[in-house]
C-alpha cells in the first residue's frame, strides 16, 4: 500500500514539474528599444533610397553580404518583400508629398516571442503616414523583415469618400456589364434571322433550277365542260368530256374550240 502511495505521489510531483516548465514564459523576438531603432534606421533608408531614386542601392543593402543590414544580421525574407516595400511607398507619396527622411525619429512598437511589429511615423508635406515593419527571428540566428508596407493616415471623410467612391464604381461596373448583356440578348433573334436569310440566298443560288412541269392537256377541256354543262347533279358529261379530251390529247388532235352540248342514247 506504501508503495502504491509513493508511486503516486512521485507521479503527481512529474506532473506538477512539468506544468512549470509549460508556463514559463518564451523570451521575445528582441527587446523593444533595439526593435524601435531597427526600424527607423530601415525607414530613413527606404524613403532616402525611393527620393533618390535608387531603390536597387536599397534591395542591395539587405541581400548582399557587404550590406550594411545584412552584416549585422537583419535580412528580407525574400525578394517580393523588397518590392511590395517600394511600390507601397511610392503610392503612398502620392498623397503625402515629398518625405524629409531626417524627420523619421519616433516609433512605437508591439513585441511578441514570435514578432516584433514597429510602426515609424512618416511627417510629408500633404499628409501625414505610417510604415508598418515587421522583424521575426532571434539574436543567434539573425533577424529577417518579413513585411514594410506605408499607410497614409487619411481623415474619417477621406475614408468615406474613397469607400464611397470604390462601391460607386462596382456598382456602376456591374450595372454596365448586366445593360450590355441585355442588349447581346435582344441583338440576338435580329443576328439569328439575318444569318438565316444569307444562308436561304445562299443556298437558292447555289441550287440548280427545277424543271417546269408539264401542262395536262385535259384540263382545260374539262374545266370548260364542267363550266357549260348545267345538269345539275348529272356528272356523265363532265366524264365524257374528260374522256373525249384525253383521247384527242394522245393522239394529237387539238382539243381547242370543242365543247360537249347534249348527250342522248343511242337507238338500237
Request: charge should be negative; include cysteine.
Amino acid at each position: 500500500m506504501k508503495k502504491l502511495i509513493y508511486s503516486l505521489l512521485a507521479a503527481l510531483c512529474l506532473m506538477s514539474l512539468t506544468a512549470c516548465g509549460n508556463q514559463v514564459e518564451k523570451e521575445p523576438v528582441m527587446q523593444q528599444e533595439a526593435a524601435e531603432n531597427v526600424g527607423v534606421a530601415v525607414a530613413q533608408y527606404l524613403v532616402a533610397a525611393v527620393d533618390a531614386g535608387e531603390e536597387e542601392n536599397f534591395k542591395f543593402q539587405f541581400y548582399s553580404a557587404s550590406g550594411s543590414f545584412y552584416s549585422v544580421g537583419l535580412g528580407l525574407t525574400g525578394t517580393e518583400v523588397a518590392d511590395k516595400a517600394v511600390e507601397s511607398l511610392k503610392s503612398a507619396l502620392e498623397d503625402t508629398g515629398s518625405i524629409n527622411y531626417a524627420d523619421i525619429n519616433s516609433a512605437t512598437s508591439v513585441i511578441s516571442p514570435e514578432r516584433a511589429d514597429v510602426t515609424v511615423d512618416l511627417v510629408g508635406e500633404l499628409k501625414n503616414a505610417k510604415m508598418e515593419i515587421s522583424i521575426e527571428g532571434n539574436k543567434y540566428e539573425g533577424y529577417k523583415i518579413s513585411n514594410i508596407a506605408t499607410n497614409v493616415d487619411y481623415t474619417m471623410g477621406e475614408k468615406m469618400s474613397k469607400a464611397f467612391m470604390n462601391l460607386l464604381l462596382g456598382m456602376g461596373m456591374a450595372f454596365s456589364v448586366l445593360i450590355l448583356i441585355s442588349l447581346v440578348i435582344s441583338l440576338l433573334p435580329g443576328i439569328d434571322s439575318a444569318i438565316s436569310g444569307m444562308k436561304k440566298k445562299k443556298t437558292e443560288k447555289n441550287a440548280a433550277p427545277a424543271p417546269a412541269p408539264a401542262p395536262a392537256p385535259a384540263a382545260p377541256a374539262a374545266a370548260a365542260a364542267a363550266t357549260e354543262v348545267s345538269g345539275g347533279d348529272d356528272v356523265i358529261p363532265v366524264v365524257i368530256t374528260a374522256a373525249i379530251a384525253q383521247y384527242m390529247s394522245e393522239n394529237g388532235v387539238s382539243a381547242g374550240g370543242y365543247y360537249v352540248r347534249s348527250i342522248r342514247r343511242a337507238r338500237r
